[in-house]
């Protein structure tokens, strides 16, 4: 009978100590408490010529460990990571090159999320939405959403989840890319709201 493969087992790492790197995040602490997720080593991985010519090869692999990051750790990069996502064979050009350098940049700046310590008396569910009509190359409009553990008292916050995504059907005006976003933020609040309850065994508002 044949074995199933085993992986060596890292043991249990302390956080506040040393950190602990998962798949390429480095988790850790901070000297006030907060959790901190990085991905310093993967932005430092990005080496791709981004001042000079990139085939479209080179441009899918750029982009797709910024994805990685953007996902992970980098919610201020997701909005010009999805437009990039977009572009294909036919379309590319080294305008789209460029269009890495900012971001490349902004990684290197904003290098970490950090999740507050927050009281369990007073919190709620916060949700910010935004449409943006019509900004992509075939005038799809694209909607972003940022979903947030917040104590209502003290306004610390920690992010739960954030999504930037092409809308799924036709907007004709700024209005109606408006109420699309809403109803796709309905959806997700709620069942973050949801699932933060029975994991907190309390009653979280959404706002």
Sequence with gaps: MDTLPTFPNKGCQDIDQNGVIFNGLEISRNGKGDLILSQQMKVSEIV?????????????????????????????????????SQVTLETFSQNHVQDFCPIVHDMRVHKALNYSSIAHCKLEITVCVDAAF????????????????????????????????????VCRSVLAAEIMA????????????????????????LV
Excluded: W
């Design 134 to 169: 019509a900004c992509n190359d075939d005038s799809s409009s694209q909607i972003g959403v940022l979903t947030m553990l917040r104590d209502s008292i003290s306004g610390r916050c920690s992010v739960l989840h954030y999504i930037s995504t092409k809308t799924k059907r």
């Design 48 to 84: 791709a010529p981004l001042d000079g010519l990139m085939n479209f090869a080179q441009f899918k692999s750029v982009h797709a460990k910024c994805a990685y990051i953007s996902h992970s750790c980098q919610p201020l990069i997701l909005f010009r990571i999805a437009k990039l």
């Design 182 to 205: 809403m109803i796709e933020v309905l959806d997700i609040g709620y069942i973050c709201c949801d699932i933060t309850s029975r994991l907190l065994d309390i009653q979280l508002t």
